[in-house]
């Protein structure tokens, strides 16, 4: 199997499935929700609505409903498509839409029964292939690119592909990732990790501060760290031990 496609999380899925609907909503005229929480009207129970869209006119009641479905071994089957649309009548929604991942261009994500069964009740199935949903994850994480540093557009697809393996805890890949970027887009980074994921940044920097080769990396580690009030004492004595630098010592002493 593609490690690629391994890589690629439920959530990960989701976040294209958004950006998807994004190119086709505009957003003067729809508001489009990540992770929806809406109650049923006949179960009373909160339902979880993978991506939702609304006319700004209704904020109540959404025009559409999706799903991601990123399955590897098998297809999208009858199940599947009757449990959906159970939900859409729970929620009073016309319009659903389901959206399998698709791994190969000639083989589709679903049965043919699932299809005939979706067709019934006017359910969308729109498969999305995989290059497809990388595709459209980049655009998802350069626009929090855009936030980190507004001006400067020479390392978007390097900080959009850092955030991506920040929010799925994969630190050695965003640490390679970032390798040779200036200091400046690289603090900004940290900046906004801390503000936007935390724990997973602490993870970041606390790699970095212990395992990384180059002292430079280990001292911009260590000062967001201490600024932030992140090191335990046990962690500052073993940096004042192990770091031949003084500058190290003389960071910690403010």
């Known amino acids: 199997m593609d490690n690629k496609i391994i890589m690629m999380t439920d959530k990960d899925f989701e976040k294209a499935l958004l950006e998807k609907l994004r190119n086709n909503f505009p957003e003067e005229c729809y508001e489009i929700i990540l992770n929806d929480i809406i109650v049923g009207k006949h179960s009373k129970q909160k339902r979880q609505i993978d991506v939702s869209v609304y006319h700004i006119s209704n904020s109540k009641i959404p025009i559409i409903i ?70 459209l994850l980049s655009i998802h994480w350069k626009e929090a690119v855009s936030k980190i540093r507004p001006f400067d557009w020479y390392y978007d697809d390097k900080l959009s592909l850092a955030l991506k393996y920040l929010s799925n805890n994969k630190i050695k890949e965003v640490i390679e990732v970032l390798d040779n970027v200036e200091f400046e887009e690289w603090q900004n980074f940290v900046e906004y990790g801390l503000k936007n994921d935390l724990n997973n940044t602490i993870r970041f920097l606390k790699l970095v501060m212990t395992e990384h080769y180059d002292s430079g990396w280990r001292f911009n580690a260590v000062a967001n760290l201490h600024h932030s009030n992140l090191l335990s004492k046990k962690e500052v004595r073993s940096i004042v031990t192990n770091e031949p630098e003084i500058e190290f010592r003389d960071l910690l002493q403010t």
Not at 82 to 98: A, R
Not at 115 to 130: S, T, V, W
Request: hydrophobic content about 40%; charged content about 30%; overall charge neutral.
């Open 66 to 135: 999706a799903d991601a479905k990123k399955y590897i071994t098998r297809s999208l089957d009858i199940k599947h498509i009757e449990m959906f649309i159970g939900m859409l009548g729970d929620l009073d929604c016309k319009q659903g839409l389901i959206a399998p991942l698709q791994l190969q261009k000639d083989k589709h994500p679903y049965s043919k029964g699932a299809l005939n069964r979706a067709k019934a009740d006017n359910l969308i199935i729109q498969p999305i292939l995989y290059d497809e949903a990388e595709n």
